[in-house]
């Protein structure tokens, strides 16, 4: 036998069945692109709220500001504690005039009221830029006890808890759609699996006759799970594409509005190992399908 | 090219074929007759493995068919031809399709295919209905390029189930005719068949079953009166019809 040759003719069968099935092939392409579709909807909510954690977290600064009282030697003694824990990623003094400068730029028209006070009301403080991997670091928060229970520090402003619930939505997030994109890939492969034994009702006929004439099994069932694999795969393609559009669309509605607090959205799409994990979805719901479709039972003549 | 050795088949506690000895010769032309229900299809899907025996064993072109694994089957079939009444072609492909079918996925090439198929087809005069749908042919013309398809693989045995069942005497004769030139190229034939005026016309070794049992005997043509009977191979004797 010519392998290569018989493979071609398997491949070619395999889309030929396809196309005549079209109506049938492209109901089931739907209703995949549709399971494939909320798998990768969850994916997509889930790395936007990613990138959004991260930015937080890149902005991520304790602030502590400083007693009026405190001492040169009170915040080396505080820069000191922060080297230590190697929690810190970059340190800066921030002087009382500077803080009166930053609020009058930030706040322009409170600027003159603020610059008219008698005496300076800002405190001086210590920025501390946290190392990305701190915010779920367990020693960040004692490291923010002990810098708000030292004697030089005013008040410690930094609000972790915020930001870890945002973390445990993402991990819920994937965790929900790897849950949902098991089920949904089963449901998939059944719906593969009725449409496959569907076109293998319409071709028993087919079937009986290419038994009788001598065909080799493997290419008897071989154009059908071929089929639901096209399908699964198909539908994978079209998922995608789907959410593509749809994040566009978000992207073009983000980069429209005035809302400020969007402004942290830097709507993206799914990341390529994301886009390869569905297309798999997509061949695994076709080859179960498929191989359910093509059992003995199904095609007995 | 076949043999039945002491073949017996049953459906259901019903015995459809009892103790069935018989051989054929290469290049021989044979008939199988028998009423409706004596078991001449049981007989033929024997052969071609569609069924398999209660008892007793069945070699087919050098293969034993009766113990025979499923994965072996397809190229037994494939070493046959295999018409049928109903002529069983496949209604959305076209003749040149229908005859070259499994040969495509064999993987010979599309220019062999077509070079086959149109010297098949030529023999049964049917080369310039290539690219017409089975919807579209007669009756016979059906038949014909179902035998088209039986003969494309150059098989050594052809089987063929009633091939003139469902067509008038003029088709019929036709058929038989073409039939009767294959084994004169040396294709062994067999046809299974109910009409017993083709079987006088033809005259030619017959198989008639009687009641599950093989009753054999040589049908001269013109001479029907000379039906000889004679023992078959095993020894087991009985009158022929």
């Known amino acids: 036998m010519n392998r290569p040759a018989a493979l071609a003719a398997l491949v070619s069968e395999a889309f030929e069945g396809l196309a005549r099935a ?14 494939i579709g909320l798998v990768g909807a969850f994916f997509l909510v889930a790395e936007n709220l990613k990138s959004v954690v991260e930015t937080v977290r890149d902005e991520s600064t304790v602030t502590v500001f400083l007693k ?3 001492t040169e030697a009170d915040r080396a003694d505080l820069e000191r504690l922060a080297k230590e824990t190697r929690l810190i990623a970059r ?16 706040w322009k028209s409170l600027g003159p009221a603020a610059r008219s006070l008698p005496g300076n009301p800002f405190p001086a403080s210590l920025e501390m830029e946290l190392d990305p991997a701190a915010v779920t670091s367990d020693a960040l928060l004692p490291f923010l006890k002990l810098l708000a229970s030292h004697g030089a520090a005013e008040e410690v402003q930094f609000d972790v808890e915020w930001i870890r619930r945002l973390h445990g939505a993402v991990s819920l997030a994937r965790l929900t759609g790897l849950v949902l994109a098991v089920f949904l890939t089963l449901g998939a492969a059944f719906t593969i699996a009725n449409v496959v034994r569907l076109t293998i009702l319409l071709h028993r006929d087919e079937i009986e006759i290419l038994r009788l004439v001598g065909a080799p099994e493997f290419l008897i069932r071989g154009p059908y799970l071929l089929g639901g694999l096209v399908q699964g795969f198909l539908g994978a393609l079209l998922a995608l594409a789907l959410l593509w559009v749809v994040t566009r669309a978000v992207l073009a509605w983000v980069a429209a509005t005035k809302n400020a ?18 297309i798999t979805f997509g061949l695994v719901a076709g080859l179960l399908g498929g191989l359910l479709a093509v059992r003995r039972r199904n095609l007995a003549g | 090219m076949i043999e039945f050795y002491r073949v017996s088949k049953e459906y259901q506690g019903r015995r459809v074929l009892r103790d069935v000895t018989f051989k054929t010769k290469k290049g021989e032309f044979l008939f199988l007759t028998g009423p409706s229900g004596a078991g001449k299809s049981t007989l033929l899907k024997l052969i071609f493995h569609a069924e398999k025996p ?6 087919v072109n050098g293969m034993n068919v009766s113990g025979m694994p499923a994965s072996r089957v397809p190229a037994l079939r494939r070493s046959m031809g295999i018409v049928f009444q109903d002529y069983k072609l496949l209604p959305a492909r076209t003749v040149l399709d229908n005859v070259t079918y499994v040969q ?3 993987g010979v090439p599309a220019a062999e295919r077509r070079r086959r198929a149109y010297q098949t087809l030529r023999l049964v005069e049917l080369h310039h209905r290539l690219a017409a749908l089975p919807e579209e042919l007669s009756g016979g013309e059906q038949q014909r390029v179902a035998l088209a398809r039986a003969l494309v693989n150059e098989p050594v045995l052809l089987v063929a189930d009633e091939p003139t069942g469902n067509l008038d005497h003029r088709l019929a004769g036709e058929v038989m005719k073409l039939l009767q030139d294959i084994s004169v190229r040396g294709t062994t034939v067999l046809v299974a068949t109910h009409d017993q005026e083709l079987v006088k016309a033809a005259g030619r070794r017959c198989l008639t079953l009687d009641r599950g049992r093989v009753v054999e005997g040589l049908v001269e043509a013109a001479l029907p009166s000379q039906a000889a009977t004679k023992r078959a191979d095993s020894g087991r004797v009985e009158r022929a019809p």
């Open chain 1, 91 to 106: 340190m800066r003094r921030v002087s009382p005039d500077e803080a009166r400068a930053r609020f009058s730029t930030w």
């Open chain 2, 104 to 106: 495509k996925f064999l």
């Open chain 2, 54 to 59: 209660t008892e007793g064993q069945i070699i």
């Open chain 1, 68 to 70: 009026s009282s405190s």
């Open chain 1, 261 to 278: 607090l969007l402004g942290v959205f830097a709507v993206r799409f799914l990341p390529a190992s994301a886009c390869l994990l569905l």
């Open chain 1, 22 to 35: 079209r109506r049938m092939t492209s109901l089931s392409v739907a209703l995949i692109a549709i399971s």
